[in-house]
């Protein structure tokens, strides 16, 4: 008896990327479609993981147990002031564990020098704030020392960071020009991400403020901490501890929800590049089997040949399957590749740290190879049902 026919693992790997390494250019189109849409998906989740953990960093580093309290507004819109006590009416609420009073100095503007024209501010801003600002805010400091008890008192001044920058301070000892005074600056802060305004802002004590720019004593700015398990409780009680008789006239809120309006503006944007890239990688699987219905065509006489010679059916189809799910498989590692640089390039770009989840390029990779496992079925089918004397007629 003949024995059926045969085709071994070695040479179905020959026979099925001799059509590609003919026409490498062809090939190689077609993988770039499959490239392109798996590249998308990886870059953008990649991406978006990478600046995920970068807010998920800030938030623990910074704690979600910051809140803020500040000015509110009166029946008829205007502006309204914060009670002179209301600081030491907050930490007397349960559950706080340190508060600090600040206000915005107004009339009040911070130069390099006295020659600046006084209407160039920069943006920047003069606070009073007392010595507890730092531990509340769980800052740090780049240079320097942050104000005392003693230095207060004094015309000594703490510059936030983007202050510092603006004004080209890179070191303390030296004076800044606070409108009609020099003061000497004796730190620069750190990077505050939960407390902008502190950023662009030259800090200096609550007396001297009063003694030199007539601070009258209400804060425009309360930063609280409280305990991490009752911040939603310290939070709703704040407004009455802050102005008893209007609490309706005060504003409480958590800086950390803006980084997690943030995260939650990034998961959102998310679905639409993967769509994206969805629907680049459909496109790519629509290239490469209309590549192999081309190959089908062309190739009638290869195929009647080979079923002439003794090949079964099922061997053709498994030809052209494998040919396709190949053609897709480095379509799909290109793109992880080109994802994975992408990622990388704008991770270190932006300083966040690099993260690629493993199961975003196995799923690429599995992507990839169901778009041309999908792509090649018809293609092999209709070559694996071709009559062998029909092909070698056509051909």
Not at 13 to 18: E, H, S
Not at 102 to 126: E, K, M, N
Not at 363 to 374: E, K, P, R, T
């Amino acid at each position: 008896m003949i024995p059926p026919p045969r085709l071994r693992a070695a040479d179905l790997l020959a026979v099925g990327t001799v059509r590609l390494r003919s026409r490498r250019l062809r090939a190689g189109l077609s993988a770039l479609g499959v490239s392109i849409g798996i590249a998308a998906l990886v870059g953008v989740l990649g991406i978006t993981r990478s600046s995920q953990s970068d807010l998920l960093a800030q938030l623990d580093q910074l704690g979600t147990n910051l809140l803020t309290v500040v000015n509110g507004r009166d029946l008829a819109g205007a502006e309204a002031e914060l009670p002179v006590p209301a600081a030491g009416m907050i930490s007397r609420v349960d559950g706080v564990q340190q508060v600090s009073a600040t206000a915005q100095l107004d009339t009040a503007h911070v130069f390099r020098t006295d020659r600046i024209p006084p209407v160039q501010t920069a943006g920047l801003s003069v606070r009073v704030c007392d010595a507890r600002l730092v531990t509340t805010l769980d800052g740090a400091l780049h240079a320097g020392a942050f104000l005392t008890a003693a230095t207060q008192r004094y015309p000594v001044t703490v510059l936030g960071w983007q202050a510092a920058s603006t004004l080209g301070i890179t070191a303390t000892g030296g004076r800044v020009w606070i409108s009609g005074h020099w003061f000497v600056v004796a730190g620069i802060l750190r990077s505050l991400p939960l407390a902008p305004e502190i950023d662009r802002s030259a800090l200096i004590g609550l007396p001297v403020g009063a003694r030199l720019f007539g601070w009258d004593g209400h804060p425009s700015r309360i930063y609280v901490r409280a305990d991490t398990d009752r911040t939603a409780e310290v939070a709703n009680l704040l407004a009455r501890a802050a102005n008893p008789e209007n609490p309706s006239q005060v504003d409480a809120s958590r800086p950390s929800d803006a980084l997690s309006a943030r995260l939650a503006a990034a998961e959102s944007g998310t679905g639409l590049f993967l769509g994206l890239g969805a629907v680049a990688l459909l496109v790519g699987g629509i290239g490469i089997a209309n590549v192999m219905v081309v190959g089908v065509l062309e190739r009638r006489t290869e195929i009647g040949l080979r079923r002439a010679l003794g090949a079964a059916r099922r061997h053709v189809a498994v030809q052209f399957v494998t040919e396709s799910v190949l053609l897709a498989a480095a379509g799909g590692l290109l793109g992880v590749a080109l994802g994975s640089g992408l990622t990388v390039a704008v991770a270190r770009a932006r300083g966040w740290a690099v993260l690629i989840p493993p199961t975003v390029v196995l799923g690429g990779l599995a992507a990839a190879l169901a778009i041309g496992s999908v792509a090649g079925l018809y293609p092999a089918l209709r070559a694996a049902r071709m009559a062998p004397v029909d092909a070698l007629r056509s051909g």
